[in-house]
Structure formats: structure tokens, C-alpha cells
């Protein structure tokens, strides 16, 4: 069972709207290596676990990054406010536009919407925890990528911290598998 | 009251806040029904200490002692999480029935 926090983790304040940029953060939520896969990853895997110990970090950080999503979605919201039709199309938002207007719709840069696809729960704590692994550093990469196009501070500084969960996530993971290979 | 009665007290009055919680979503203005979600808030909060502090977490803040007890025990999808076997009788290494003799 769950119950909702009504607080992000990290402060999202971001002053300048941009629509280029929205349109490639919305990766960080429904891509491929995105928060609502990773979080769909870890709590579903846990069923299939074999201890207390990988149960718990896989509930976890799953629910950590539930609220993850939920702090990209809040980037997302606040990169599209007050955008003019000039600036959706100038910054290449208008295919997302046209379909979901300004709400947060989980998809990838690329348009594609958000897929199971691009996660596997296969049942073996060993098969899974390596997933989990490369998962993060998947992650890390779209972070790092993102960091590479935007200039804007405001939203550098949550996707800087995000970068670092998803670094501390990978240590976990790394001695969850341990237990299991030592 | 015996664990599983305590445990099963706990689903009942965590669901009825559940439930008075989205209705007042939409009635915020219903004063008989913000009374009685005082008085089930009350009663499963009271509830609740008396269960974590016999049997464990239910969320991980709830933890209280030398040793993290969070991750012990049977999880909720378990047979026996449900049968309320709970989180004191087993330590560290909690085999769910579907690994048993499995390596």
C-alpha cells in the first residue's frame, strides 16, 4: 500500500519556460530509461525476490523513484507555462503539443509514448539486479545528456541531483547482488 | 486482540480513511463525514502504534531500536504475511514458500 507525500523530493523553481527544453526532459519521465519505467521495473521485480534485504531497496528506490517522476513532471510543467505558439513551434514542441496541449504525457524525446518494452522482469534476483544495474547507468547517461543541451541553471540543478540518486541507487543495487554472489 | 485480529483491525480502518478521503475530495464541505474521519484517523493512528510497537514496521519510520527491522519478515504478498505470521518471527533471511527449496 502507499501513501501520497504532498511534497517533492527536490525543489523544482524554474524561471525561464522553454520549450526545447521540455521536449527533451520528457524523456527523464516515459523514455526508454526514464523514472516511470524504473519505477514500474524495481516494483515489479519484487515479487520474484528471494530476501527481506533485496525486497526492501528494490521497494525502496522504486518508490523513491516514483517521486522522481513526479519531480520531472513538475520540470515539465513549469518549462511549458505561459508558452505562445510561436515559441511551441520554434522550440519543436508542436508534435507534442498537438497531441497532449501542456499536460505531462510520459513519452520519449523521440514522441514515442512510455513502453514496458524497455524493462524486463524476469523472475531471477540475479537476472534482475544485473537490469538494475545497467538501468541506473542508463539513467545516468540521459541525465549527463541532458546536462550537455541545457544551459538553463534552474533546471540543471534538479537534473544534477537526479544524476546523483540515480549513482547512489546503483551503489545499492551493486550490494544487493552482493548477498546473493558472496 | 491477537496479531492477525490487530493487523486485520488496521487493513478495516485504513480503508474506511481511504475511503472518507476521497469523498471529502469532493465534499470538503460534509461536516459529519470530517467528524468521522477525526475519529477513524484517531483510532487506526492508536492502533497502529500498538502494532508496530509489538510487531514491527509497517513503514520504514516506524523502525525503532538497535536494529533496522524494516526489511524482515514476510512482505505483503507473502501467504503468510496474510495468515499474520509477521515480522517478529523471522530474521534477515526470509524465504517466501514459492523459493523454498530452491537455490
Known amino acids: 500500500m502507499w501513501i501520497y507525500e504532498k511534497k517533492l523530493q527536490y525543489p523544482v523553481k524554474i524561471k525561464t519556460p522553454n520549450a526545447r527544453l521540455a521536449s527533451q526532459i520528457i524523456s527523464a519521465l516515459?523514455?526508454?530509461?526514464?523514472?516511470?519505467?524504473?519505477?514500474?521495473?524495481?516494483?515489479n521485480q519484487r515479487y520474484a525476490m528471494p530476501s527481506g534485504k533485496i525486497i526492501g531497496i528494490l521497494t525502496d528506490v522504486g518508490s523513491e523513484e516514483l517521486g522522481h517522476g513526479e519531480i520531472v513532471a513538475a520540470i515539465i510543467h513549469q518549462l511549458t507555462r505561459n508558452l505562445t505558439p510561436d515559441e511551441i513551434n520554434a522550440g519543436g514542441f508542436d508534435k507534442y503539443y498537438i497531441e497532449h496541449g501542456t499536460g505531462v504525457y510520459p513519452a520519449a524525446a523521440s514522441g514515442e509514448p512510455f513502453s514496458c518494452a524497455s524493462i524486463q522482469s524476469k523472475g531471477d534476483a540475479i537476472c534482475d539486479l544485473n537490469e538494475d544495474l545497467a538501468a541506473e547507468q542508463k539513467a545516468r547517461v540521459t541525465y549527463d545528456n541532458i546536462l550537455r543541451l541545457s544551459d538553463d541553471p534552474d533546471v540543471n540543478d534538479v537534473i544534477k541531483f537526479l544524476r546523483q540518486r540515480e549513482i547512489v541507487h546503483y551503489q545499492r543495487f551493486g550490494e544487493a547482488l552482493r548477498t546473493l554472489t558472496e | 486482540m491477537s496479531k492477525a485480529e490487530l493487523f486485520r483491525k488496521l487493513q478495516e480502518l485504513a480503508f474506511v480513511k481511504t475511503e472518507l478521503e476521497l469523498f471529502l475530495d469532493t465534499h470538503p464541505d460534509c461536516k459529519a463525514s470530517l467528524d468521522y474521519y477525526y475519529r477513524i484517523v484517531d483510532e487506526y493512528n492508536t492502533l497502529l502504534e500498538q502494532y508496530e510497537a509489538k510487531y514491527g514496521p509497517i513503514t520504514a519510520a516506524a523502525n525503532v531500536g538497535e536494529k533496522?527491522?524494516?526489511?524482515?519478515?514476510?512482505?505483503?504478498?507473502?501467504y503468510e504475511a496474510n495468515e499474520g505470521v509477521?515480522?517478529?518471527k523471522i530474521d534477515g533471511g526470509y524465504t517466501p514458500s514459492s523459493m523454498k527449496g530452491r537455490k
Open chain 1, 30 to 43: 516515459g523514455g526508454p530509461d526514464g523514472e516511470l519505467g524504473a519505477a514500474t521495473r524495481y516494483l
Open chain 2, 68 to 78: 533496522w527491522n524494516w526489511t524482515k519478515g514476510p512482505w505483503p504478498w507473502h
Open chain 2, 86 to 88: 509477521g515480522p517478529d
